[in-house]
């Protein structure tokens, strides 16, 4: 098992340039997250999702985009890159986490990409 | 709102010098609370789930506890490789698909 795999591992991209990071889960995961870490601000949750089909915004979306169409692939655009987007970016995934459930599932996360915006 | 808040920021130790990271949360309610080893350029890695106050889970020399305002991580006779960025984050009942992480304490250890 390769677990989730994210490319690319390095980004410089021009202030109004658009791209778009790659996810990719082998585990058969249900649900999966993007996160940006900054320094002194944890992980904050961008975007997530419970199933193909199905996405929901977290904590700071805008300036971000995501579409499921499988349940290996989760991919995030910047359709116009600031330089407040500036970050490490990580994919994860887990089994769902059923809101009627008791069990606490850990997320298992990429490698991550570094992005820069000049 | 919920929150969690990890001290310190950093800790340097001795190798050998045992000491304890904290994770404190305020949370609407707590469906379970991880932690997580974050080595520099990786991502996170997953150590312990801890569920209600009282549970103790231990990995070689690493033990987490759990009381109903917070969490501690304690590292017993560290040795340099247990140096990383130490990262807890909480799951809610409602709302479990998204969780709430603390800025991470800075774990190095001094040959």
């Known amino acids: 098992n390769a677990g989730v795999t994210q490319t690319p591992k390095f980004q410089v991209l021009k202030t109004g340039q658009s791209m778009t990071l790659q996810c990719a889960q082998d585990m058969n995961h249900e649900y999966m997250s993007w996160y940006r870490q900054d320094p002194g601000m944890g992980l904050r949750l961008i975007h997530y999702?419970?199933?193909?089909?199905?996405?929901d915004q977290g904590e700071v979306p805008n300036g971000y985009n995501v579409s499921r169409s499988t349940t290996e692939d989760f991919p995030l655009r910047l359709l116009s890159a600031a330089p407040s987007q500036t970050s490490v970016y990580f994919c994860?995934?887990?089994?769902?986490?059923?809101?009627?459930?008791?069990?606490?599932?850990?997320?298992?996360f990429g490698p991550g990409t570094r992005l820069t915006v000049t | 709102e919920d929150q969690v808040t990890q001290s310190p920021e950093a800790l340097r130790l001795q190798e050998g010098e045992s000491s304890s990271l904290n994770c404190s949360y305020t949370v609407s309610g707590l469906r379970g609370l991880f932690w997580y080893r974050q080595d520099p350029g990786k991502g996170p890695e997953f150590l312990f789930t801890l569920y209600s106050a009282g549970e103790e889970k231990e990995k070689e020399r690493l033990k987490a506890t759990l009381t109903k305002k917070e969490s501690f991580l304690h590292i017993t006779a560290p040795k340099p490789e247990d140096s990383a960025t130490y990262l807890c984050?909480?799951?809610?009942?409602?709302?479990?698909?998204?969780?709430?992480f603390g800025q991470g304490t800075r774990l190095t250890i001094n040959p």
């Open positions: 994860a995934s887990s089994p769902l986490p059923h809101n009627s459930g008791r069990v606490a599932y850990e997320q298992y």
């Open positions: 999702s419970v199933g193909a089909g199905i996405t």
């Open positions: 984050a909480v799951q809610l009942i409602q709302g479990a698909q998204k969780l709430v």
